[in-house]
């Protein structure tokens, strides 16, 4: 690692440490793709370097998202699903008697 990215980590993580004090220990409410960019970021460098890294959020929370996030809302069986099941429920409710 060259001084100058040490340099800019250096910065992101008393950048964390400000955001950290600021907000004391409020929880942040964060979309599922917030969530998803987190995981998928930190499966990459591993829980090791969360810890020494990460301030905002704990190696086992981001971790955990990982294997909770893995399937999206637009699942292609679950969108398929529910489009039969709306199919056939207009299809009971237009009948005609």
Do not use: H
């Not at 993580?13 to 400000?18: G, S």
């Not at 969530?35 to 990459?44: I, N, W």
Request: aromatic content about 8%.
């Amino acid at each position: 690692m060259n001084r100058r990215q040490q340099e800019v980590i250096e910065y992101l993580k008393e950048e964390n440490r400000v955001l950290r004090e600021k907000l004391g220990r409020k929880r942040f409410l964060l979309s599922l793709e917030q969530k998803r960019r987190l995981a998928a970021k930190g499966k990459v460098i591993g829980s090791d370097l969360l810890r020494q890294f990460g301030a905002l959020f704990s190696p086992d929370t981001i971790l955990k998202w990982q294997c909770c996030l893995k399937t999206p809302k637009q699942s292609p069986k679950l969108n398929a699903y529910a489009e039969s099941w709306v199919r056939n429920v207009k299809r009971e409710c237009l009948k005609t008697r």
